[in-house]
Nanobody, 120 residues
């Protein structure tokens, strides 16, 4: 499975961005898509995941109430809608697929990352 993340950019505090993650290859094997982020000098942290069936979503506390994860299985694309962005949300955001939950090591395939910068 190959993943292509996009949608990052510069946004002002309080603004919104929608990240996309397009999957190709053996997409029938996707069980879960997760989003993670990594800020400079920090470890990669979990943001949210969605079961590809749509049956379950789960958010880290940093994302609850502000971010929404979704997927379009027909388009083999996952999304992360981010609202009310804060400067501390600045990071490279990665999508990943596998049989995972909150832990990076549970994911088999990773996108290249897309940079989100929240600044005035």
């Amino acid at each position: 499975v190959q993943l292509q993340a996009s949608g990052g950019g510069l946004v002002q505090p309080g603004g919104s961005l929608r990240l996309s993650c397009a999957a190709s290859g053996l997409t029938f094997s996707i069980d879960t898509m997760g989003w993670f982020r990594q800020a400079p000098g920090k470890e990669r942290e979990f943001v949210a995941f969605i079961r590809w069936s749509g049956a379950e979503t789960y958010y880290a506390d940093i994302a609850k109430g502000r971010f929404t994860i979704a997927r379009d299985s027909a388009m083999n694309t996952g999304y992360l809608q981010m609202n009310r962005l804060k400067p501390e949300d600045t990071a490279v955001y990665y999508c990943a697929v596998g049989f995972g939950s909150q832990w990076p090591h549970e994911y088999d395939y990773w996108g290249q990352g897309t940079l989100v910068t929240v600044s005035s």
